[in-house]
C-alpha cells in the first residue's frame, strides 16, 4: 500500500466517524432532545468506540495480514452506520426519559459498532506502512496527524455544510455508501466475486431498511425535527411539534383564539398593560401565535422576532398562515447575539419563547442575558416568559432567582399544585421594573376560568436556588422531565 494511499483511508474513515458523531445529535434529537447531556453522551460513547476499535484493529493487525481485512471492515462499517437511523427510529420512541442513561443507550446501540470498525482502520494501516522499527515514530506521527487532521475536517463538514444541507437519513445514507463503495474497491484483490456479493448483502439490506422505520419529521431544519398536526377537535387549528414537543398552536382563522394555557397566560399579563400598540421584542418565534394575537388586540403594534431557525419561518409562512407582515420583522440568528444590535429603551414588552420541553439554550437563562433584555425595555417595560419545568423545579427555582436578582418585580403565574412542587409544567414569568397590578392579572385569569395562580414572592418561590451566570448555569442538569 502506498503512502498516499495509507493517508487517505486513514483521513477518510476518520471523518467518516466524526460525520457519524454530529449527525447522531440530530437523528436522536426526536427522542432524547438537543441539550448538554445528549452530545456528553454521544462524545463518550463514540470515544469509546474509536479506543475499542483502534485495540481491536491493532490486535488483530498482529494476529492475521492486515491489507485483505481492511475491505470486509469497511463492508461491515458502511452497513452498521446505514443500519443505524433506523435503529434510532425503532429504539428511540421507547425512551421514557431524556435522562443520561437513555441517551448513552441510544447511542450505543446505533453509533457505537460502525465507530468501533471504522476506527480499527488506522492501526492497520499503521502495521502495513510499518517496515521497520527505525521508522516507527515517522509512520505512527504522519497516520496519526492524517487522522485528526480527517476528524477536523468530518467535524467542519458536517456542522457547517452537511447538516444544513441534507436530512440526516439522506446524509449517513451518503457516508454509509461511501463507506460501503471503498470496501468494495479494497476488498475486490482479495475476495472471490461470490464472496464479495455475499459481503455486500448486510449493507444493501441496511440501506433497504433506511425508509421501513419512519422518523417523526415531515421537515427536518438545521435545529428541530419539525412538523404541523390538525387539531382533531378544531378545523382551523394547527400545532406545531418540535421533536417531540408541542411548541405552538395557531388557529388559521381566530389569531384571539390560544391553544395553550401559557399563551393565554402571557395574554392575561399583557391585557393590564397601558392602552394602545405596543413595541413587542420576540425570544423565539416557533409559531408565530403571540405576534398575530397581539396585532389583533393591539391594532397599530410592531413586532421583532429573534429566531434561530430560518426554516421555521418558512414553515410557518407555507402553513401556520403567518404570511408577509408589515408589522413584523424577523432576524435570524442567535438571540444572545441579535439582542446586542437592538437599540435600548425600544421595546414596551420582551416575550421569552425559546425553551423547549427537551431542548433549553442554557445562554438564554442567565443573568446577563437579562440584563440585556433590560436595557431594551423602556422603563415600564414588562419582561414575560414561558419556562418549562417539574417537580423538584430546580431550574424554575433558580431561573426565578435569577431573574428577581435584574427586576424590581417578579410574579410567577401557574397552577396552585405547580408552584406547591407537586407537578410541573409551562411556567410563565412576568418582570419589571413597575409594579404590577396582580389583582387585575388574577381577575382576568378568574374571567376566562382559568385555574393558574398569580404568585408575587419570588424569594419565596426560589428560596435559595443559585443564581444562574454566563460561567455557571447547568441548566440540563437542573431542569427535570417529564
Avoid at 186 to 203: C, W
Avoid at 209 to 235: I, K, N, Q
Wanted: charged letters at 20%.
Amino acid at each position: 500500500m502506498s503512502a498516499a494511499v495509507a493517508r487517505a483511508l486513514v483521513f477518510f474513515t476518520s471523518a467518516a466517524t466524526l460525520v457519524l458523531e454530529i449527525l447522531a445529535g440530530r437523528v436522536m434529537a426526536p427522542y432524547v432532545g438537543v441539550t448538554l447531556e445528549t452530545f456528553t453522551g454521544i462524545i463518550g460513547v463514540v470515544l469509546a468506540g474509536i479506543a475499542v476499535g483502534a485495540w481491536l484493529g491493532g490486535s488483530v493487525a498482529d494476529r492475521r495480514p492486515p491489507e485483505p481485512l481492511l475491505g470486509p471492515f469497511l463492508l461491515a462499517a458502511g452497513a452498521l452506520a446505514l443500519l443505524s437511523p433506523t435503529l434510532v427510529h425503532a429504539v428511540g420512541p421507547s425512551t421514557t426519559a431524556a435522562g443520561p442513561t437513555e441517551i448513552v443507550i441510544l447511542t450505543t446501540v446505533a453509533f457505537f459498532a460502525p465507530a468501533v470498525l471504522l476506527s480499527a482502520i488506522p492501526p492497520m494501516v499503521v502495521k502495513i506502512r510499518l517496515q521497520s522499527l527505525d521508522e516507527t515514530g515517522t509512520v505512527v506521527g504522519s497516520l496519526s496527524a492524517i487522522g485528526t487532521a480527517g476528524a477536523i475536517f468530518g467535524t467542519f463538514a458536517t456542522g457547517f455544510v452537511l447538516v444544513a444541507t441534507l436530512p440526516s437519513d439522506v446524509a449517513i445514507l451518503a457516508v454509509g455508501g461511501t463507506v460501503v463503495a471503498v470496501g468494495v474497491v479494497l476488498s475486490y484483490r482479495h475476495l472471490a466475486p461470490g464472496r464479495l456479493g455475499v459481503a455486500l448483502l448486510p449493507a444493501l439490506a441496511a440501506a433497504a431498511l433506511l425508509p421501513a422505520v419512519d422518523g417523526p419529521c415531515d421537515e427536518e431544519t438545521t435545529y428541530f425535527c419539525a412538523y404541523v398536526t390538525v387539531d382533531p377537535d378544531r378545523s382551523s387549528g394547527r400545532i406545531l411539534w418540535l421533536d417531540t414537543v408541542r411548541h405552538s398552536y395557531v388557529d388559521l382563522e381566530d389569531p384571539t383564539h390560544l391553544g395553550f394555557r401559557y399563551s393565554r397566560v402571557m395574554a392575561d399579563v399583557l391585557a393590564t398593560l397601558p392602552e394602545g400598540p405596543l413595541d413587542v421584542l420576540f425570544v423565539g418565534g416557533g409559531g408565530f401565535t403571540v405576534p398575530r394575537y397581539v396585532s389583533a388586540v393591539r391594532p397599530g403594534s410592531s413586532h421583532v422576532v429573534l429566531e434561530i431557525d430560518g426554516a421555521l419561518v418558512d414553515l410557518a409562512r407555507r402553513d401556520l398562515g403567518l404570511g408577509d407582515r408589515d408589522d413584523l420583522r424577523t432576524e435570524i440568528g442567535d438571540a444572545r447575539v441579535l439582542v446586542t444590535a437592538e437599540p435600548a429603551d425600544a421595546f414596551d414588552v420582551v416575550v421569552g419563547d425559546a425553551f423547549g420541553g427537551l431542548a433549553v439554550p442554557w445562554h438564554l437563562t442567565t443573568r446577563e442575558f437579562v440584563e440585556d433584555l433590560r436595557r431594551l425595555l423602556r422603563p415600564d417595560g414588562v419582561y414575560t416568559l414561558n419556562l418549562i419545568d417539574y417537580p423538584p423545579l430546580d431550574f424554575a427555582r433558580a431561573e426565578v432567582a435569577t431573574i428577581a436578582e435584574v427586576f424590581d418585580h417578579v410574579l410567577v403565574i401557574a397552577p396552585a399544585e405547580y408552584l406547591s412542587g407537586d407537578l410541573g409544567g409551562n411556567f410563565v414569568i412576568a418582570a419589571s421594573d413597575t409594579p404590577f397590578d396582580t389583582g387585575a392579572i388574577q381577575d382576568r385569569i378568574a374571567e376566562r376560568g382559568g385555574t393558574e395562580v398569580v404568585f408575587d414572592d419570588p424569594d419565596a418561590f426560589a428560596g435559595d436556588a443559585r443564581i444562574l451566570t454566563d460561567d455557571f448555569a447547568p441548566v440540563d442538569q437542573l431542569i427535570s422531565r417529564p
